[in-house]
């Protein structure tokens, strides 16, 4: 990647706070695209007092900065100097916020490309825990001359940048540089630092829109990866176009795995309803195929509905549907495969008129409706058919506890029938949450999904929590 120009950058200040601190040091090593290096640095007068405890850390007491120039009077030729560089610092979001409100008080509007040297060394050092500066000169052989000092500080960056850059595969260094700077455009109503706190956990995130209304609710196992590419400039989907254009905030809820990030999301989008989350919304009149025996001994199917039937306890169960209609078309549809009779599965005519269906004249019933095959025969058929489509009955007397994740990070999703009923960190919110449950809550067949895919897992902790 081309870098014309670079400016590795520290401040001192009076405070941590932007707005309210003020500066009472700049020190900076301005690189060209040849590699000459220039250093410069200027105490900075900050009008108000500088803290006994800052005084302290960084050397820079009242007396040394009465007489220094005010930011005011650098900042034109400070500005002139950044201009089209990349700005570099450690912890760079402190410099640059710092920076670019002084520099706005100044009348001097300030924007420019960032690199923070604490995301480089942990994009190049995923393994190492930490980052700051003085663990940074110990792992690479910096050369400090006087810590906490601007220049001092700035030239450390430097030096690590010489290190990085020699030490490393060109590939590599460059790879990290190349990710770390094309920072996604952050859609235009979030504010700059919505994305800063987002982890690269498993969890759930939300997107709201002007007054909070909820827009979008998603999954991922890793968090920020998955926010971040909504953003991406190279994602050009329309629906995140869209988005991006009605997003306001960002909420995420860490989870302890996957299955707990799959069970919430459902769970959200189920509650808040998400305008863009279309596919999910809605459940309609969920119903499955049930086999029932009548008085004369034959067996039919039956359509059961989740909303008065037991889905969860029954057997002889098959489905899922979310309308009657898909289920009528998919059994029409085995029927077809299968040369099962239109009569007998309740799909044509009555059953026991002894009249031929319509696919037997076509040849494509066995001829059950009017004697020709046997019924237990036609019932065999029907039960293979359907084999496919059973809904597993709930392997358990009561609530199961799935545990996922481990240490601070456990999660126990409570289940039963199918049924999500919440997560629990703790043993006493896992005992309220069983005394809150409802004694019959709704079948979904999200969770159904969700949950039976989980249960194939044979990772998968499973704590039984007992009849309720
Ligand atoms: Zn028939």
């Not at 108000?48 to 650098?74: C, H, R, W, Y």
């Not at 099962?340 to 409706?369: A, D, I």
């Not at 999703?413 to 019959?440: F, I, K, M």
Request: charged share 25%.
């Amino acid at each position: 990647m081309k870098l014309d120009r670079l400016v590795f950058l520290d401040l001192e200040t009076t405070g941590t706070n932007p707005v309210s601190d003020r500066i009472t040091e700049i020190g900076l090593v301005e690189v060209d695209a040849d590699g000459t290096a220039t250093h410069w640095s200027s105490l900075v007068n900050p009008e108000v007092p500088i803290p006994a405890f800052i005084q302290g850390l960084t050397g820079i007491s009242n007396a040394m900065v009465k007489d220094a120039p005010t930011f005011a009077e650098l900042a034109p030729a400070l500005h002139e100097r950044l201009q089209g560089a990349l700005f570099i610092a450690h912890n760079a979001r402190f410099d640059y916020g710092f920076l670019r409100n002084a520099f706005s008080e100044a009348g001097l509007p300030y924007k420019s490309d960032v690199l923070c040297t604490v995301k480089l060394s942990r994009a190049l050092f995923p393994t190492e825990r930490k980052h700051n500066l003085d663990s940074l000169i110990e792992r690479h052989g910096l050369k400090a001359n006087a810590r906490h000092r601007a220049l001092a500080d700035a030239d450390l960056l430097w030096q690590l940048w010489q290190k990085l850059n020699a030490g490393l595969p060109a590939d590599i260094f460059n790879g990290a540089l190349q990710s770390l700077l094309q920072r996604p455009s952050l859609p235009s109503h979030l504010p700059t630092d919505a994305l800063d706190h987002i982890p690269d956990t498993p969890g759930v995130y939300l997107f709201y829109g002007e007054n909070d209304m909820p827009l979008y609710v998603g999954k991922s196992v890793r968090l920020r990866q998955r926010v971040l590419s909504h953003f991406n400039s190279d994602h050009k989907l329309y629906k995140d176009m869209r988005l991006s254009q009605q997003l306001y905030r960002i909420e995420v809820r860490e989870t302890a795995g996957e299955i707990g990030a799959l069970l919430l999301e459902a769970q959200l989008v189920k509650d808040l309803q998400p305008v863009h989350n279309r596919l999910l919304r809605r459940q309609g009149d969920l119903c499955a195929w049930r086999l029932k025996d009548d008085a004369r001994g034959h067996t039919l199917p039956v359509l059961a509905h989740a909303s008065e039937d037991d889905f969860g306890r029954a057997e002889r169960l098959y489905g899922l549907f979310s309308t009657k209609r898909k289920a009528e078309t998919a059994l029409r549809e085995l029927a077809e495969s299968h040369q099962l009779c239109l009569v007998q599965l309740g799909l044509e005519g009555r059953v026991g008129s002894n009249k031929p269906c319509f696919n037997w004249q076509l040849k494509r019933c066995k001829g059950v409706c009017i004697g020709k095959e046997d019924e237990s025969f036609h019932r065999a058929r029907l039960e293979a058919a359907l084999a496919n489509l059973h809904v597993k009955v709930w392997p358990w007397p009561g609530a199961v506890g799935l545990v996922e994740g481990e240490g601070d990070r456990t999660d126990i999703h409570v289940v039963n029938n199918w049924c999500y009923l919440g997560t629990a960190r703790s043993e006493d919110a896992l005992w309220s949450l069983l005394e809150q449950s409802p004694s019959r809550p709704a079948f979904d067949l999200d969770t159904y999904k969700i949950l039976s895919r989980a249960l194939s897992r044979k990772d998968l902790k499973i704590r039984p929590l007992g009849p309720q």
